[in-house]
């Protein structure tokens, strides 16, 4: 009895086994985000583990280090490019609500549409960056066009993202304590499905897949490295 339910094969004791790696990769997302210059390149690679945790490929802590060491230059340029972007567009929203010069109406929608279409590429560009080998600037592009190509995902995505800032910001103090413990992993490793799923539309299918693969489909200049 003891033996089916602990067996690897069982269900139940694998999902068990993946909310601990979620909860472990949370951990090492938190430890090497302490330094927030370095939290481009700890998302990177925990959106990288997790997408190799839904295949069962590897081992969640080598994972994680290989892609937070392979991708550290390019993923820290690209997250201190969104901040400062970030910081702009916010200082833009709150001047433009507080202003009252005629036509600010038409100024805050166009911030607000560049706010949604911010935060659409910041919800990719990781994920782009964990699994394809481009420039920084052909991954911000890319960034930018497959949450478009791709709106059922970008949708699911972007409605997760509001519910957990919403309730992270008017429920109690609980709430916070289990996002930072468990939740941005658990997050991490429900985004891996949306992601793996657009991906898969771009990466050729081969019989023998090589290490490095070219990428295909409607963005034909984009390489992927299927780490």
Avoid at 45 to 62: C, F, N, Q, V, W
Avoid at 77 to 101: D, E, H, K
Wanted: glycine share 4%; aromatic share 18%.
């Amino acid at each position: 009895m003891l033996k089916s339910i602990f067996s690897p094969d069982n269900p139940v004791f694998r999902f068990i086994i993946k909310i601990g790696y979620c909860w472990w990769l949370n951990i090492l997302w938190l430890a090497t985000s302490i330094p927030v210059i370095t939290i481009g390149a700890s998302t990177t690679a925990l959106i990288y583990s997790t997408m190799k945790l839904h295949k069962d490929e590897g081992y969640p802590t080598k994972n994680f280090f290989h892609s937070f060491k392979e991708n550290f230059r390019q993923a820290t340029i690209i997250w201190l490019i969104y901040l400062a972007a970030g910081a702009l567009l916010m200082l833009g929203a709150v001047y433009w609500n507080q202003s009252r010069i005629s036509g600010h109406f038409f100024a805050q929608a166009v911030i607000w549409a560049m706010i949604l279409l911010y935060v659409m590429s910041i919800s990719y560009v990781f994920a782009i960056q964990s699994k394809f080998v481009n420039p920084i600037s052909r991954t911000i592009i890319y960034s930018f066009l497959l949450p478009l190509r791709n709106l059922k995902e970008t949708l699911l995505i972007l409605v997760t993202i509001a519910a957990v800032v919403y309730f992270n910001v008017t429920t109690i103090f609980m709430v916070n304590f289990w996002t930072l413990n468990l939740g941005i992993g658990l997050i991490a490793f429900l985004f891996a499905v949306f992601y793996s799923n657009v991906f898969e539309k771009y990466i050729p299918k081969q019989e023998e897949p090589a290490e490095d693969e070219s990428f295909s489909g409607d963005y034909s200049s984009l390489d992927v490295l299927d780490k």
